[in-house]
């Protein structure tokens, strides 16, 4: 519930309370999904980028794929023409809920040769940028290195645009955050790591194993 809900259930149960049993029970024959990517057309339409952060993570999280979330912006159009649907696309770029980019696909096999060892900085996430799935890179020490997939375990978000805080990472879809030097998740409790990739150093060369 909003801020603003929770102040008026407050200040004004017995409106709040009908608002709120309106809500609960107006929609009775739609799934969440179909609930949430609905939210995504009439936020944009409306134009609230409040509304838009609220809800459209939600529709990610009961199952919309991201193409189907793009799909629900696009479906706003004709009510709310073209610049509230390109500030929506903004916004939920932002947020990683948009399908990426496609990229070409490379005409050699990938490299395996992430770059030298040195050049990739100390206690910080490096984010590369790859055709075969991106990757963070993080020195934990002078020669302690380690490889994950770029992939959020949570739901796949990229964390290439996560908030990197030296330490660790934070999603910028749901907060789920993970231990850089580890990968282990430390925020939820007990959720699933970051993926770690296997490599090795060879001449001072960061390889894929
Ligand atoms: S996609 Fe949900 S926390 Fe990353």
Same mark, same amino acid.
């Given at each position: 519930?909003?801020?603003?809900?929770?102040?008026?259930?407050?200040?004004?149960?017995?409106?709040?309370?009908?608002?709120?049993?309106?809500?609960?029970?107006?929609?009775?024959?739609?799934?969440?999904?179909?609930?949430?990517?609905?939210?995504?057309?009439?936020?944009?339409?409306?134009?609230?980028?409040?509304?838009?952060?609220?809800?459209?993570?939600?529709?990610?999280?009961?199952?919309?794929?991201?193409?189907?979330?793009?799909?629900?912006?696009?479906?706003?159009?004709?009510?709310?023409?073209?610049?509230?649907?390109?500030?929506?696309?903004?916004?939920?770029?932002?947020?990683?809920?948009?399908?990426?980019?496609?990229?070409?696909?490379?005409?050699? $096999?990938?490299? =395996?040769? *992430?770059?030298?060892?040195?050049?990739?900085? !100390? +206690?910080?996430?490096?984010? /590369?940028?790859?055709?075969?799935?991106?990757?963070?890179?993080?020195?934990?020490?002078?020669?302690?290195?380690?490889?994950?997939?770029?992939?959020?375990?949570?739901?796949?978000?990229?964390?290439?645009?996560?908030?990197?805080?030296?330490?660790?990472?934070?999603?910028?879809?749901?907060?789920?955050?993970?231990?850089? $030097?580890?990968? =282990?998740? *430390?925020?939820?409790?007990?959720?699933?790591? !970051? +993926?770690?990739?296997?490599? /090795?150093?060879?001449?001072?060369?960061?390889?894929?194993?």
């Amino acid at each position: 519930m909003s801020k603003a809900l929770t102040y008026l259930a407050k200040t004004r149960p017995e409106a709040a309370t009908h608002l709120l049993g309106f809500y609960k029970h107006s929609v009775q024959a739609l799934d969440d999904k179909t609930r949430h990517l609905i939210q995504i057309v009439t936020k944009v339409t409306v134009g609230t980028e409040r509304g838009l952060r609220q809800y459209a993570p939600k529709a990610l999280k009961a199952g919309a794929s991201r193409e189907e979330i793009l799909d629900a912006v696009l479906m706003a159009f004709p009510a709310a023409g073209l610049n509230k649907v390109l500030d929506a696309i903004d916004i939920m770029r932002e947020m990683d809920l948009l399908p990426e980019i496609p990229e070409e696909a490379p005409a050699t $096999a990938p490299q =395996r040769n *992430l770059g030298a060892l040195e050049d990739f900085p !100390l +206690q910080r996430m490096h984010s /590369l940028r790859r055709a075969d799935g991106d990757l963070l890179v993080y020195r934990s020490g002078v020669d302690s290195v380690v490889v994950y997939s770029a992939r959020c375990p949570h739901s796949k978000a990229n964390l290439c645009r996560g908030t990197d805080h030296g330490t660790h990472v934070e999603c910028r879809v749901h907060n789920w955050t993970f231990d850089l $030097a580890t990968g =282990r998740c *430390l925020q939820p409790e007990g959720g699933a790591g !970051l +993926q770690v990739i296997p490599t /090795l150093v060879q001449e001072g060369q960061l390889v894929l194993a």
